[in-house]
């Protein structure tokens, strides 16, 4: 397959634990990374490999793998946390890039 | 500081042309492959195209034959030809650099501020 399939929207409550998942057969073979869109920016990297955050990232994100399944998780969601996530890999060719259909974060 | 930023860009005709363009700096850009991204209004991110340093280009079938990408590492740019544009490639696009890392990974780690593309007649 070459598709990666994500939750379209997704709700926590403030100060809880909240993951988003992302399913693909590509997964198997090439680690996911997850980007943090809000509206009016640039997609912001959050995590990638096996759970490794950039400089800046609040070590409230958490990603890990597990078969075709990629999860991003985020450990007492803030406010600042609403945003629509996606994850990205790559295909079975190990060229083509891929992006899920992305997941919207609602803190409520 | 590491940058990319975007020019080009605006409102053409379904069956026209456009190019963007993406000007990097406070790196050196010949030694990264580059894509361009694009999100349409309420829709997901889509891979556009890339190319690697040695020149080499990919795209999704959506925009093969209509898209050209190219880089001309002595101006630190990256270039987006768009040909025969249709309603569907209205969004914003992005250029974005990729960094690997351990084995088989890879991250958009730098990206354009986005430019705005309106296809419509």
């Known amino acids: 397959s070459s598709e990666m399939t994500q939750d379209p929207a997704v709700s926590v409550a403030l100060g809880q634990t909240v993951t988003i998942t992302c399913q693909g057969d590509s997964l198997r073979s090439y680690p996911a990374t997850w980007y943090q869109r809000k509206p009016g920016q640039a997609p912001l990297l959050v995590i990638y490999?096996?759970?490794n955050r950039p400089s800046g990232i609040p070590d409230r994100f958490s990603g890990s793998t597990s078969g075709n399944t990629a999860s991003l998780t985020i450990t007492g969601a803030q406010a600042e946390d609403e945003a629509d996530y996606y994850c990205n890999s790559r295909d079975s060719s190990g060229i083509h890039v891929l992006f899920g259909g992305g997941t919207k974060l609602t803190v409520l | 500081e590491v940058q990319l930023v975007q020019s080009g860009g605006g409102w053409v005709q379904p069956g026209g042309s456009l190019r963007l363009s993406c000007a990097a700096s406070g790196f050196i850009f010949s030694y990264y492959d580059m894509h361009w991204v694009r999100q349409a209004t309420g829709k997901g991110l889509e891979w556009v195209s890339s190319i690697g340093t040695a020149g080499d280009t990919y795209y999704p079938g959506s925009v093969k034959g209509r898209f050209t990408v190219s880089r001309e590492n002595a101006k630190n740019s990256l270039y987006l030809q768009m040909n025969s544009l249709r309603a569907g490639d209205t969004a914003v696009y992005y250029c974005?650099?990729?960094?690997?890392?351990?084995?088989?990974?890879?991250?958009?780690?730098?990206w354009g501020q986005g430019t705005m593309v309106t296809v419509s007649s």
């Open positions: 490999g096996r759970n």
């Open positions: 974005a650099r990729e960094i690997h890392y351990g084995s088989g990974g890879y991250i958009f780690d730098i």
